[in-house]
Structures are given as C-alpha cells and as structure tokens.
C-alpha cells in the first residue's frame, strides 16, 4: 500500500461519551481494519466487540461533558485538516494513563517527499 491522503472534516460522538474526528474518505481504513482482522483473529479490535469498527482519530473520551463539548467547538473551527499518510502505527496498551506504547511502524510505500 502506498501513501495517501486524507481528511478530518467532521466531529461526531460516540453516545455522550466519546467525541471524534471522522477520516474522510474513510474506505482505506475500514479495508485495513478488515485485512488486520481477518489475518489476526485473535486480536480483533476492541476484543471483538464490534462487527465494522468505526474508523476515528479520538478528540476525548470519558470527560466530564463539558470539557468534551469545550473541546470540541474548539477543533471544529479547525476543520479541515488535510493530512498524507506515510506510516501506519501499531501500538498496544490499556485503560491507564499513559499506557500505549509503539509497537512497530510500517511504511506505506513511497512517500510524495
């Protein structure tokens, strides 16, 4: 896979808990969640929790309301965001502070540098 880009270009929430950008187009990411998958059942995201995970890059999650909506009118007025994918991350952790760590970083072809 080479590189590629991408935009965040909207908000949204996971009930009223969880506020996120949304990755537009967002096609690459749900194909390499589905390749991820399939060759690796036994490290399906979220435990398995969810048939088609929602691809997403996380503003907050688990904060008081307030703060959330706080930090979500203040990126909103940012958007766009246009980016070039050059790496995919693979990392690991849990729900502690701090907790996720690089695991390994795969380059995705030629970069347009």
Known sequence: MNDFDFGFTSLA???DRVVYLEPNP???????TQELMTKFP???PYGGRYDEPTPHLTV???APIN???EAAKDIAHRLPIVVNAKSAWLMTGG???NSWTLRHEFLLGHSKD
């Open 26 to 32: 967002d096609t690459v990411f749900r194909k390499m």
């Open 42 to 44: 036994q490290y399906l």
């Open 67 to 69: 703060l959330l909506e």
């Open 13 to 15: 929430w996971f009930d």
């Open 60 to 62: 907050g999650d688990g």
């Open 95 to 97: 729900m502690g502070p």
